[in-house]
């Protein structure tokens, strides 16, 4: 290994904070509890790059985390949490800056996961969100601290990018913040809007509101479809940021108002759905899903809320021939997103206004509970700053 030259990129790198030889990092040490640590920068190999973290996605889901309810997270701690990071590399290896065509001070984002350095059936196929030698789902935000070199999340003021892992240049044109939601937010909405087949003449119906959502309704209205935003009476400013994306329709749930109600509410003003995607999770919402979606349509599921098993009525899927699918994240889908960003910021709309809410990463907890919607806020994208 020549340490000489990733020693020295870090001795010589502008972009390394003046802190200089330790990463500040917000680690998870058991449920409820995060300590601020300091932990040493790395020595970087030929192979490898050292991001300087410039904003890292806080997603709502990473409240379960946070409680302790996914006991996979539990055994992993302590950790860094954080899989949506953009940054500026803060030192890169001779090889990797041969190989990725990338230098110090670049802007990038780098993705959660990636293919395994073997080679497997799924990651042969693109599929490297369920690659087969990844048991453990394993990716930025849920590998321990213990494995060196430690800085295996966004919630940081560094990330470590080993040789495997796929870095994207982000567009000049795109801010910090447009960079942070096209990364990994848009590129989900664009890809779940693809494979539902999203297109002109098509009816989609996108259930929850929230980011996710959101960037679902954007991906589905650029595609040509007529799209029909649904959240709860609560949602209020999510539903109309949906209609400043293009949503022809939103659609509040009541109190108390049944799945069949609001089904027969969404019918009555768009007809026929060909398309819904269901990123609420919870079972009011599947049902919701299955009950909207016209014969011969396709219900795409993006979320799981707890409890995880919920009833589905398989008799409904098969006298309306529903098509069911699962998506997971977006492979390969990063690159189209951060153009979609530009296109859509060249038409007017600057996606890095739905990052709504920044925060130090010693308020990573209070930033956790707005994203989860815990707080009187009306976030949208929640992100920590390191440099705040
Ligand atoms: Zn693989």
């Not at 500040?24 to 300590?35: D, G, K």
């Not at 953009?86 to 990725?100: F, L, N, Q, T, Y």
């Not at 994306?245 to 659609?251: I, N, S």
Request: aromatic letters at 6%.
């Amino acid at each position: 290994m020549n340490n000489q030259t990733s020693v020295t990129s870090i001795r010589d790198g502008a972009a390394v904070s003046a802190a200089g030889t330790t990463a500040t990092a917000v680690v998870y040490e058991a449920p409820r509890t995060f300590s601020l640590r300091e932990l040493p920068l790395p020595e970087v190999g030929p192979d490898d790059v050292l991001l300087e973290v410039t904003l890292c996605g806080v997603d709502g889901s990473e409240l379960h985390m946070f409680n302790g309810e996914l006991e996979m997270f539990n055994g992993r701690a302590p950790l860094i949490f954080g899989d949506e990071i953009v940054g500026r590399i803060a030192a890169i290896g001779e090889a990797a800056r041969e190989e990725r065509g990338l230098d110090m001070g670049d802007f990038v984002t780098v993705e959660s996961r990636w293919p395994c350095p073997e080679g497997c059936r799924h990651c042969d196929r693109g599929q490297y969100f369920i690659c087969l030698n990844n048991t453990g789902h394993r990716g930025y935000g849920s590998i321990p601290l213990a494995e060196a070199p430690s800085l295996w999340g966004g919630y940081a003021s560094h990330v470590y990018v080993p040789r495997n892992a796929l870095l994207y240049r982000i567009p000049p044109q795109l801010s910090e913040r447009a960079a942070l939601f096209a990364c990994s937010v848009l590129a989900n909405g664009l890809r779940w809007t693809e494979v539902s087949g999203a297109g002109p003449g098509k009816t989609v119906v996108v259930i929850g509101p929230g980011p996710q959502g959101l960037a679902s309704v954007l991906a589905a209205v650029r595609a040509g479809s007529a799209v029909v935003s649904v959240g709860l009476e609560r949602d209020a400013e999510r539903l109309a940021a949906a209609s400043s994306l293009g949503a022809a329709h939103t659609v509040a749930i009541a109190p108390g108002e049944n799945p069949g109600e609001t089904a027969e509410r969404i019918r009555a003003l768009v007809g026929e759905v060909d398309i819904v995607i269901e990123g609420a999770g919870f079972a009011p919402a599947k049902q919701l899903a299955y009950e909207v979606v016209s014969p011969l349509g396709t219900v795409t599921n993006v979320a799981v809320a707890s409890p995880i098993e919920q009833p589905v009525n398989f008799q409904q899927m098969l006298m309306k021939e529903i098509k069911m699918l699962n998506p997971m994240s977006h492979p390969h889908t990063v690159g189209k997103s951060l153009d979609l960003a530009v296109e859509l910021l060249e038409n007017g709309l600057d996606v890095g206004r739905l990052v709504t809410h920044e925060f130090a990463l010693r308020d990573a907890a209070a930033a956790i509970d707005v994203a989860a919607n815990r707080t009187e806020e009306s976030p949208i994208k929640v992100v920590l700053n390191p440099a705040l």
